[in-house]
Structure formats: structure tokens, C-alpha cells
């Protein structure tokens, strides 16, 4: 027979389990990545214009919630919140609007990661800024694409651009990158400086549409380097070259009709998933906009994109 006190034990245990299950059940990774732009400037704007130009832009580099730098240069550490302390820095490639080996030793990063076929110069070259500096020097560590890098509780994918620095380091060509970057359920691609998106990015990222759920083990098993099929769910990516598809730039930087295109494109066929009202930035923006608000740039460009700027800080699904 069930008596009151039985029946009060009996509930006090189940709650007991109940909450004991509760405390056992991981919660769902939190959606967003924390993206504060501390440049959105190409190569041609100048520093020294900071105080002159209201609409001023450093030169392009992101904190990644606010631990982990994408590029990085001199005139971006005013933008860095105050306290903060990145610990990684993420090299693109090696021209001096992304690279300085004196502002990643000054930065205080404690591990630089760029990619393996320029290794030794970014070794030689930041250790010869810290002695100079007299601080100590980041861990310069290489990165290959493909393969993925675990940092400060993001994981972090170099894709290959469509970009050329022409340096050459004991005969091998320097490779730019870009960056996949993953949090639980979001997956932001930083696309900056390239020509549009590389079939060979496109694959590594899981984004290209000849890649499906149905012959994905097919390219596996040809020994082809590609990632499972998933859509990225934010995007940023340079805009160089501005309103001029035919700009002389185009074998190496892109424009908003080449950044629009590639984003309708990955929406057609499910393979960027952005939240619902979340538009693709658009950076790394050329001297046209030199006058120009984000607002006023916002005003001009198709539906569904929108201009960094510097300081900006958004959360991206």
C-alpha cells in the first residue's frame, strides 16, 4: 500500500534523480562568435590620416572573442578594448597591411601561427623584433591547409586564398590564407585577401555545392582533401576592388558584385545558413570609401550586405 510518507520519499527520490540527470546533461554549445573589427581598411589607406578623416580605416584585423587575432599591425592597437589580453595571432599572409612581426611581439600574443611555407622568415623576423624590443618573442607555429588548429576554444581552419605576396622562402612560394573558424554550431569563413573563393577553399570548408551528402565518401576515399558538407553560417570577406568587376586587382582581391554573388550563390544551394536578419560583412574596403560612413556604404550595397567598421563589435551565428 502507498502511504503519504511513501509516496513523498518516492517523489523526493525522482526529484533528486531528476535533478542529478539535470546537472549530468551538457548544455548546447552557445551559438555566436564574438567579432570585433579593429581594421576594415585596404593597403592604400594611410595612418597618418587618422586624425585628418573622420571615416578613417586601419588596416583590416579581427579579435575573435577576445582572445584570438586575425592580422595584425601597428595601428590597430588603439582598437584593442582595455584589459584585454589576446593570446593568438593568426596570419593571412605577409604583406605589411596584415604583418608586423614588431606589433605581434608588442601585442603580447603568446603563440603566432602562419602558414608552413613562410615558417622560417616569420621565425627570423619576430625573433629579430623581440630582441630589438627587448620582450619576449610569440612561439611562431605553422599552420597547413586543411587541418585544423584548436586555440582558445575555437577551432580554426587556413583555407588557401586567391592572393600572392611573391615571397619566396628557400625556393618555395609563400600560400595565403583564409580562416574557417568554428564554435559549437557557428562557422564563420574570414575571407581577406583573395580573388573570390578558391574551388579548393570551397571544399576544405565544406561549402562547394558539387561536394554532397551523397558522394562525399566518394572524394574521401579518392584521396581528395575535403570537408564533410556544411554550410557556414557568417561571412566576411573583402571588398577591395569596391563597384569594378573589371579592376586590375581582380586576379587577387575581390568587389562587392563578386562578395554578393558568392553569397547568393551559397544561400541558393544551403551553404550559408546565416540567423535569420544576419547580413555578410563586407571589409578590407578600398580608398573609394575613403569620405564614406558605414552607413552611407550600407545605403549603396545589394541586400544582404553590410560594411565593417573599425571598432565594430558584433556576435555572428
Known amino acids: 500500500m502507498t502511504t503519504r510518507r511513501s509516496f513523498i ?8 534523480t531528476g535533478a542529478a540527470a539535470e546537472e549530468e546533461t551538457p548544455l548546447p554549445p552557445q551559438r555566436g562568435i564574438r567579432v570585433r573589427f579593429l581594421g576594415s581598411g585596404a593597403a592604400g589607406w594611410k595612418p ?18 577576445g582572445k584570438v587575432l586575425i592580422d595584425f599591425t601597428e595601428c590597430a592597437f588603439d582598437m584593442i578594448p582595455e584589459g584585454c589580453r589576446p593570446e593568438a595571432l593568426f596570419q593571412t599572409h605577409s604583406h605589411g597591411d596584415h604583418y608586423s612581426p614588431k606589433a605581434a611581439v608588442k601585442s603580447g600574443v603568446k603563440r603566432m601561427y602562419v602558414h608552413e611555407t613562410w615558417l622560417a622568415a616569420a621565425k627570423s623576423a619576430v625573433a629579430a623584433a623581440a630582441a630589438k624590443l627587448e620582450l619576449p618573442a610569440p612561439e611562431v607555429m605553422p599552420v597547413s591547409f586543411g587541418v585544423p588548429v584548436e586555440e582558445c576554444g575555437l577551432r580554426i581552419t587556413p583555407v588557401p586564398a586567391n592572393h600572392s605576396t611573391s615571397r619566396v622562402t628557400d625556393g618555395v612560394l609563400e600560400r595565403t590564407a ?17 580573388g573570390g573563393i578558391t574551388g579548393d577553399a570551397a571544399r576544405m570548408a565544406g561549402i562547394d555545392p558539387h561536394i554532397t551528402a551523397g558522394n562525399y565518401m566518394n572524394y574521401i576515399k579518392s584521396g581528395t582533401c575535403v570537408a564533410e558538407p556544411k554550410a557556414i553560417t557568417a561571412l566576411v570577406m573583402e571588398a577591395t576592388d569596391a563597384d569594378f568587376d573589371d579592376d586590375f586587382r581582380m586576379f587577387v582581391h575581390s ?8 553569397v547568393e550563390m551559397l544561400k541558393r544551394y544551403g551553404r550559408f545558413t546565416p540567423p535569420e536578419g544576419q547580413p555578410a560583412y563586407i571589409t578590407h574596403l578600398g580608398l573609394k570609401y575613403r569620405d564614406w560612413s558605414a552607413e552611407m556604404i550600407d545605403a549603396e550595397l545589394p541586400e544582404g550586405l553590410r560594411a565593417a567598421s573599425d571598432g565594430l563589435e558584433i556576435v555572428l551565428g
Open 9 to 16: 520519499a518516492a517523489a523526493g527520490a525522482f526529484a533528486a
Open 48 to 65: 597618418e590620416w587618422l586624425e585628418k578623416h573622420p571615416c578613417m580605416r586601419r588596416q583590416s584585423s579581427v579579435l575573435l572573442e
Open 178 to 194: 583564409l580562416y574557417l573558424v568554428e564554435k559549437g554550431p557557428s562557422r564563420l569563413l574570414y575571407a581577406t585577401d583573395t
Open 255 to 262: 568587389s562587392v558584385q563578386v562578395v554578393h554573388r558568392t
